[in-house]
């Protein structure tokens, strides 16, 4: 039949609330709980108009980073955890080798700390 229109060419019906983007499934425990923290509900919104939407997804992005960030610094902080037990041994040995070139005939280890 002529101008009868086909299913691929129509949108189907939907409600706006059904659009929510949902964060990767990874992050979605951790944004929830985040969200969560601040009395947001990502499950259900009760207006959801395209402004509030798009204020969500806002949210959801902010949370998102926030673990990033998070995830960042205890990253670095294992990094500077790391390289303080290193350098603590390093001295350790180089303390320990200058009481043996010594030849005091005590061989005592002498500790020093140093205020980091």
Same mark, same amino acid.
């Given at each position: @039949?002529?101008g ?9 019906? %939907?409600?706006?609330?059904?659009? #929510?983007? @949902?964060?990767?499934?990874? $992050? ?13 509900? #990502? ?12 204020? @969500? ?8 980073? $926030?673990?990033? @960030? ?17 350098r ?19 061989? %005592?280890?002498?500790? $020093?700390?140093?205020?980091?």
């Open positions: @039949m002529p009868t229109t086909t299913k691929s060419s129509s949108q189907p019906v %939907h409600l706006r609330s059904s659009r #929510i983007p @949902m964060p990767k499934q990874n $992050l979605l425990p951790k944004i929830t709980g985040i969200l969560a923290e601040n009395g947001i509900s #990502i499950s259900r919104l009760v207006m959801p108009t395209k402004p509030n939407i798009e204020r @969500m997804e806002a949210l959801q992005g902010a949370a998102a980073g $926030l673990l990033e @960030m998070k995830k960042n610094v205890d990253r670095v902080e294992q990094e500077i955890r790391t390289l303080k037990a290193q603590d041994a390093a001295e350790g040995s180089e303390i320990l080798d200058q009481s043996e070139e010594a030849g005091d005939g005590n061989k %005592h280890l002498v500790r $020093l700390n140093f205020a980091s």
